[in-house]
């Protein structure tokens, strides 16, 4: 079981490495909207498997764009 927030949160990071503050902030936002939406990987108690919490916070971006 593997926890796909913490990938994700490593794209944040380094894009805010790289000076991109807005993208970075951006991803997190969907990852909190994801997980206030009830997107909770396995090893956190939910029944959500990679690929769709992905593909959800995916959309959030898309959607907030």
């Not at 503050?21 to 090893?43: K, M, T």
Request: hydrophobic fraction near 50%; charged fraction near 15%.
């Amino acid at each position: 079981i593997a926890n796909p927030y913490g990938m994700i949160e490593s794209a944040a990071m380094m894009l805010d490495h790289l000076g991109a503050a807005e993208a970075a902030q951006a991803i997190r936002a969907a990852v909190n909207s994801a997980l206030q939406q009830g997107y909770y990987s396995r090893d956190l108690g939910g029944d959500h498997d990679t690929a769709s919490i992905g593909l959800a916070v995916a959309q959030l971006i898309k959607d907030a764009a």
